[in-house]
């Protein structure tokens, strides 16, 4: 005897699906980031993409004096400089976007798709700027610490001690330190381990960890390789003569600073193409701006993603 299907009560969800509107977000990058760094530098505009730091030269040799009453005469000086100053030339991180004008025609509601497309361009410009800003091998900040600023853990692991040898080579007005995420998280461990859990600070409306009242700034662009990570602490500003971001002002296609967007035109093939460029460098004013903790253990090789490396 034959079964007799069940009387459909009601509407299913799926056919009642067809008729709904879905709410469609925008795209989401995942190697999107916080940026700190760039946040926390001063930037400074130049002329012509150069910038040239001139320093004092022999800067112990100024000689003044705290005289008697009874004593006329008084050391004579002069401050020299250095004749041949480093000159910082910007950098740039740039792109060309294509875009299908079929693409762009059909398919931008509701949301634009050129809109779209250089928003997600230009986070990855930015995450870029941020790499090169510790990274690269002219103007990076790793490359540029001076050889008396580098110090090395006493037993590996970051460890309070290792901080403060750090903040007195950075003692005056230090800003921040800088380093990966995996290395505040040994450092976090290690004083919980000596039971000094360490206080927190609210910045940007985001939580950090800090030692002496400095914060710990991540950044996954700080390198990790072999289980072996880098920190960094920075005094920041011109006025400081601490280290400074350099930019260019006034671009063609500004849309923030030192980054403009450009269209180049359609092709026969109705392609759109935009120029995206970022010009930017560093300057670190004086060597004691800037110290960094080598070979900063973080745990086992095998734990972290080779992405890391």
């Not at 760039?38 to 320093?55: C, D, F, M, Q, S």
Request: hydrophobic share 40%; charged share 25%.
């Amino acid at each position: 005897m034959a079964e007799v299907p069940s009387p459909q009560l009601a509407l299913s969800d799926d056919a009642a699906r067809q008729l709904a509107n879905a709410t469609k977000t925008v795209p989401k990058l995942s190697t999107v980031s916080p940026r700190w760094l760039t946040h926390l530098l001063e930037w400074l505009p130049v002329e012509a993409g150069i910038y040239r730091l001139n320093k004092v030269k022999n800067p112990r040799d100024v000689r003044v004096a705290c005289s008697q009453r009874d004593e006329s005469e008084l050391p004579q000086t002069f401050v020299d400089y250095d004749e041949k100053p480093r000159e910082y030339f910007l950098n740039a991180v740039s792109t060309v976007l294509d875009v299908h004008t079929r693409v762009s025609d059909l398919y931008s509601s509701p949301h634009d798709q050129i809109k779209e497309q250089l928003r997600l361009t230009v986070e990855t410009i930015k995450e870029r700027q941020e790499s090169e800003l510790i990274n690269n091998p002219d103007y990076g900040l790793l490359a540029n610490v001076a050889e008396e600023q580098r110090i090395f853990p006493l037993t590996g692991a970051p460890t309070p001690d290792d901080l403060d040898e750090l903040l007195s080579k950075v003692w005056k007005e230090p800003a921040f330190f800088l380093t990966h995420p995996l290395a505040i998280a040994a450092f976090g461990r290690e004083c919980t381990r000596r039971g000094v859990p360490p206080p927190t600070v609210s910045l940007f409306g985001s939580q950090f960890l800090t030692w002496r009242g400095i914060p710990l700034v991540p950044s996954d662009k700080v390198p990790v390789a072999d289980g072996k990570t880098k920190i960094l602490l920075l005094r920041v500003g011109d006025k400081r003569q601490g280290v400074v971001g350099l930019f260019q002002p006034g671009l063609a296609g500004e849309q923030s600073p030192g980054l403009s967007v450009r269209f180049m035109g359609i092709s026969r093939n109705a392609i759109s193409s935009y120029l995206i460029s970022l010009y930017c460098s560093l300057a670190i004013q004086s060597d004691d701006a800037l110290a960094v903790l080598d070979d900063v253990e973080i745990g086992k090789f095998h734990d972290y993603p080779d992405t890391y490396k």
